[in-house]
T-cell receptor, first 110, second 112 residues
Framework: GNSVTQMEGPVTLSEEAFLTINCTYT??????LFWYVQYPGEGLQLLLK?????DKGSNKGFEATYRKETTSFHLEKGSVQVSDSAVYFC?????????FGAGTILRVKS | NAGVTQTPKFQVLKTGQSMTLQCAQD?????MSWYRQDPGMGLRLIHY???????DQGEVPNGYNVSRSTTEDFPLRLLSAAPSQTSVYFC???????????FGPGTRLTVT
């Protein structure tokens, strides 16, 4: 079946550092791909999405490009802030539902 | 617009007790889902519904029941709680034509 694999965390960075969180997927066809973010004590919010190969999703300085050749959707940000500390989930659309990766905790120190 | 609401926020149950987790949305979304979140495992789908009167099982349905009598509400029932059901439960909804799922704030359940 379809699945998502994310890099394990936690990832700890200093403020203004460059962020990459790796995500690869296994799927039949070319599903839509998503990054969701969960801030402490809250539910998940959609961060960005890409619906077809070579699409780049972007929001709040975060970017991810749908790469079908490497079946990847890595999340990047050029300069992280303390307020970016959260859990990040990569997910793919599988029919009527989402398949999630295990999540990556990001901690940003000032 | 309240979005997706869930009650209660926290609950402690004893093994064998039953309870219902409530979920409601005011966006007229056709699709609704229940997920559980466990450390290191991401979110796993329990049950979902594509419209009133229609439900289907997800990845981890055992021990849970759902029904969808209205578009707005999608309650999750635990018939006989077990410690393995200790988790954080999220309800989500999306419109039929949309791709973004909207999540509620979650219910943290502990079964002792």
């Amino acid at each position: 079946g379809n699945s998502v694999t994310q890099m394990e965390g936690p990832v700890t960075l200093s403020e203004e550092a460059f962020l990459t969180i790796n995500c690869t997927y296994t799927a039949t066809g070319y599903p839509s791909l998503f990054w969701y973010v969960q801030y402490p004590g809250e539910g998940l919010q959609l961060l960005l999405k890409a619906t077809k190969a070579d699409d780049k999703g972007s929001n709040k300085g975060f970017e991810a490009t749908y790469r079908k050749e490497t079946t990847s959707f890595h999340l990047e940000k050029g300069s992280v802030q303390v307020s970016d500390s959260a859990v990040y989930f990569c997910a793919l659309e599988d029919g009527n539902k989402l398949v999630f990766g295990a999540g990556t905790i990001l901690r940003v120190k000032s | 617009n309240a979005g997706v609401t869930q009650t209660p926020k926290f609950q402690v149950l004893k093994t064998g007790q039953s309870m219902t987790l409530q979920c409601a949305q005011d966006m007229n979304h056709e699709y609704m889902s229940w997920y559980r979140q466990d450390p290191g495992m991401g979110l796993r789908l329990i049950h979902y519904s594509v419209g009133a009167g229609i439900t289907d099982q997800g990845e981890v349905p055992n021990g849970y029941n759902v029904s969808r009598s209205t578009t707005e509400d999608f309650p999750l029932r635990l018939l006989s709680a077990a410690p393995s059901q200790t988790s954080v439960y999220f309800c989500a909804s999306r419109p039929r034509q949309g791709r973004e799922q909207y999540f509620g704030p979650g219910t943290r359940l502990t079964v002792t």
